[in-house]
């Protein structure tokens, strides 16, 4: 039962290094999303796919890419961190985009300095 | 502007009592809304989906209600144990092809 799954749990990155956040889910699900969780500001989407092959940006896109590798797959990188990305990053997956429920990855919180 | 507020204080109750969490929204039309609950440290986890055309769904000790005209929903815990303590988002599609979060409400429910 591993559901979503992301890796790392815990990275610091050091201002203007790069790294991909990684996440996948074994439900066969369509959609997956990523969000980014800041103290008093809830839950922000930055990127989702519909579908294999597609990708969106959400609210808060700047400063990242993400690739839906496969179905089973979707990455979340950043190129240049910036302390401004100091964040809990969450990755999620469901059988359709708003009318199914979302299941979480257990998060990765990122330190940028 | 357009925004989904929930109360950022957060509430206390006695075991036993009914807790009733507020989800309001200005200038959406959701046709869904959707409840969770995050625990410190973790993902939040699904709890109920209530449509635009539904009135109350319940679930065991949970129950929601989804007025679109007062654009509100209501999240009542009955019976409620220290167990239930944790942070509740409501989450709604605001026109956005994946749904938006609030910010959450507390709930402590003191033994």
């Known amino acids: 039962n591993a559901g979503v799954t992301q890796t790392p749990k815990f990275q610091v990155l050091k201002t203007g290094q790069s790294m991909t956040l990684q996440c996948a889910q074994d439900?066969?699900?369509?959609?997956m999303y990523w969000y980014r969780q800041d103290p008093g500001m809830g839950l922000r989407l930055i990127y989702y796919s519909a579908s294999e092959g597609t990708t969106d940006k959400g609210e808060v896109p700047n400063g990242y890419n993400v690739s839906r590798l496969n179905k089973r797959e979707f990455s979340l990188r950043l190129e240049s961190a910036a302390p401004s990305q100091t964040s809990v990053y969450f990755c999620?997956?469901?059988?359709?985009?708003?009318?199914?429920?979302?299941?979480f990855g257990q998060g990765t919180r990122l330190t940028v300095v | 502007s357009q925004k989904i507020e929930q109360n950022s204080e957060a509430l206390n109750i006695q075991e036993g009592k009914t807790a009733t969490l507020t989800c309001n929204y200005t200038n959406y039309s959701p046709a869904y809304l959707q409840w969770y609950r995050q625990d410190p440290g973790r993902g939040p986890v699904f709890l109920l989906l209530?449509?635009?055309?539904?009135k109350e769904k319940r679930k065991e000790r949970l129950k929601v209600t989804f007025d679109t005209t007062l654009k509100q929903s209501l999240f009542h815990i009955t019976a409620s144990q220290p167990a239930d303590s944790a942070t509740y988002l409501c989450a709604l599609d605001t026109g956005r092809r994946a749904l938006t979060f609030g910010s959450g409400t507390r709930l402590q429910v003191q033994p």
């Open positions: 209530i449509r635009e055309n539904e």
């Open positions: 999620a997956s469901s059988e359709a985009l708003l009318s199914a429920e979302a299941f």
């Open positions: 439900m066969n699900h369509n959609s």
